[in-house]
């Protein structure tokens, strides 16, 4: 990969370049991140002429390495005010790998109010007028049927939804699936800054492209059968994602006691089996249908957690039906059919908004009065008013802090004003600390300490105590800046963290594909430089330790059954960035 593409939408000029030397070893995460520092103001407004929006598809990304298909963006986020990395599946990422492009770059924003549709494929790349037909409130499967039938099949497509064109700050990306469905780079509102630009879509094509270069064929593909054997040894990568999805962990957190339940007053709800991955492999299979347990969400995926749910005559509503979506609606919410969920995922996936942002903040509408607890048709509707939007749609499609504001409330789940997902962080102290310390505001992804809190895998550390929690959310946030810089999923995580093997091997892998010989201190290196570079921005936007603390209302109140607080001094939540 050595061509960098940069989209002046102020002049709709178009400049391909080579690869500056600074990004040359960098992919995902790392190049965007390090981008966003470079090249955008701190303190910029986020949906303003000086911010920047970059696509970057990571390390290892078009080979034939398992789950190595994830595409970074990257920007400053109208939500948090931060810099934000948001990662998707689909075939985007590969495809630009194959086409020898290592990142693209839109900047600036058009004087007219027209929307236009970036075309890139091996012999050019053009901006053209959005058609008609794809705007105003057209929803996105529309819209990628629309455009796949004008450019082509086989297109990658990224766009952004009626959300991002109104650039409300819950609005994602979302991108094709290779079967035309949709993946999203869902959290911190990259949706709305591309549609601040004036993008509607941005459709690749690779036709004629050829493989990605790798310097040592034989050691790379010794390596990722190693790296796929470890993930496949797994019981959680191997064996229970692809079973019942990443929805298997209500029952398991239910269990725990540590099940966020109607706006983080409790832990635990008793209609858990309603919405379990149990359940959800029980009625996907004898729907039948367009229905399918497991799928990946890009080609080589190996672990195949998302699936097809079908409605009660079998046909299709949602893909990637993900456990933080089913969460919020069921237990944040009280919402007890799976159908009624599953509809409203639909609908977050068309409109094109964060499903994990827009879910907590139907739970905290609920509590301040907006919504009826457990109404899922209500919320239905509620959430296709965005799409409109109406004054409703506008509350919800701004997030949970807003929402909270609105209402009146002091009970409201956000840090940096992005909600908190589906971990309480009371009796599963780590995720706590990497909800008030992550450099994007509270997001599990950026330091899954569940893994050993929970699930055991890597760790074994007591979750309803402090002792190993602020090592481990340290060391859990450095190593997932690394991995998301490698175009990998996050779940090849259980594939390593107990195979030291399969560790090794995903280091094999970018060794034979460059030429080098990375050790892993030296991957610990890039995870801790990627953290610095992002503290470091959010410094110049404004940003102190004292934004890295959780509600206030943790503190003092217990989460039943377990019936404890948050605990951590100011003090101890400072020591995590001690590094």
Known sequence: MNKFIRIDMTSLGVKIEETPEKYAGLGGRALTSSFVADEVKPTCHALGKNNKLIFAPGLLSGTSAPNSGRISV?????????????????????????????????????????????????????????????????????????????????????????????????????????????????????????????????????????????????????????????????????????????????????EAGGLPSYNFTAGRIDHNDNISGETLNATITDRGGDGKVSHGCHPGCIIKCSQWYPDKEGKYITSGFEYETIWALGADSGIKDLDDIAYIDRAMDDIGVDSIEI????????????????????????????????????????????VGKVCGLYRVPVVKDQGIP????????????????????????SGYCIAGNILNVGAKIDPLKKDGQIEYARAMQIGTAAVDSTGMCLFVYFGIADSPDGYQALIDMINAQYGLSLTA???????????????????????????????????????????????FTPEEIDEVYNF
């Not at 890139?120 to 929803?139: F, K, Q, R, Y």
């Not at 607890?373 to 965005?386: H, M, P, S, T």
Request: charged share 20%; aromatic share 6%.
């Open 74 to 254: 990257g920007a400053k986020s109208p939500l948090t005010g931060t810099i934000k990395e948001s990662n998707s599946g689909g075939s985007f990422s590969q495809k630009m790998a194959r086409m020898g492009i290592k990142a693209l770059v839109i900047e600036g924003m058009p004087a007219n109010d027209k929307f236009y549709v970036i075309n890139i494929n091996m012999n050019s790349v053009t901006i053209d007028e959005a058609p008609p037909e794809i705007l105003g409130g057209t929803g996105n499967y529309k819209a990628i049927e629309i455009l796949s039938a004008k450019y082509g099949e086989k297109v990658g497509i990224a766009i952004a939804g009626p959300a991002g064109e109104y650039r409300l700050p819950t609005a994602n990306i979302s991108f094709k699936d290779p079967e035309g469905n949709i993946r999203s780079a869902g959290r911190g509102g990259l949706g709305a800054v591309m549609g601040s630009k004036k993008i509607k879509a941005i459709v690749i094509d690779d036709t004629g492209a050829g493989q990605v270069p790798i310097a040592d064929l034989e050691k790379f593909r010794a390596a990722s059968k190693v790296f796929a054997q470890a993930l496949m040894s797994h019981p959680v990568s191997g064996q229970g994602l692809a079973t019942y999805g990443t929805d298997v962990l209500i029952n398991i957190l239910n």
């Open 359 to 402: 879910a907590v903040a139907v739970a905290t509408a609920m509590d301040g009065g907006l919504l009826t607890w457990g109404d899922g048709k209500a919320v239905l509707d509620a959430v296709k008013q965005i799409a409109i939007p109406t004054p409703l749609g506008r509350i919800l499609g701004g997030g949970t802090a807003v």
């Open 422 to 445: 589906a971990y309480d962080p009371r009796p599963v102290k780590g995720i706590g600390l990497t909800y008030a310390t992550g450099t994007m505001g509270a997001d599990h992804t």
């Open 521 to 567: 201190a030296d991957v610990d290196k890039l995870g801790e430089s990627v953290l610095k570079t992002e503290r470091a921005f959010n410094k110049a936007a404004g940003f102190t330790n004292a934004h890295d603390r959780l509600p206030e209302f943790f503190e003092y109140e217990p989460c039943p059954p377990h019936n404890v607080v948050w605990d």
